[in-house]
Nanobody, 126 residues
Framework: QVQLVESGGGLVQAGNSLKLSCAAS????????MGWFRQAPGKEREFVAA????????YVADSVKGRFTISRDNAKNTVSLQMNSLKPEDTGVYYC???????????????????WGQGTQVTVSS
């Protein structure tokens, strides 16, 4: 069992930055691939970024490429999302998620993630 708690959301103006953090409980954090997803009102939950168990490989959605960076610290059981040059379309609830990876890491597929945080609101004003 893994419990995830996100923090760092808020209201910012377009062009500014925010850093989201996700703290995980449990001793097996390094066994999980981690992802960030977001959901805007009336829209489907969408993939934002993901990172492999070791942190060696990362993946980001085309819509945030060059602006968002995902990282993790397995010693501290945390995963972070640095968001720069924010746009109004980045507004939504951001969720941290954990996927136990046995073979392939289906990083962009929400049903593949077993554990989810409660979400943190990010609002970008124009």
């Amino acid at each position: 069992q893994v419990q995830l708690v996100e923090s760092g959301g808020g209201l910012v103006q377009a062009g500014n930055s925010l850093k989201l953090s996700c703290a995980a409980s449990g001793r097996t954090f390094s066994s999980y691939g981690m992802g960030w997803f977001r959901q805007a009102p009336g829209k489907e939950r969408e993939f934002v970024a993901a990172i492999t168990r070791s942190g060696i490989r990362t993946y980001v959605a085309d819509s945030v490429k060059g602006r968002f960076t995902i990282s993790r610290d397995n010693a501290k059981n945390t995963v972070s999302l640095q968001m720069n040059s924010l746009k109004p379309e980045d507004t939504g609830v951001y969720y941290c998620a954990a996927q136990a990876v046995y073979t392939s890491f289906r990083y962009a597929y929400p049903p593949a993630y077993e554990f989810w945080g409660q979400g943190t609101q990010v609002t970008v004003s124009s």
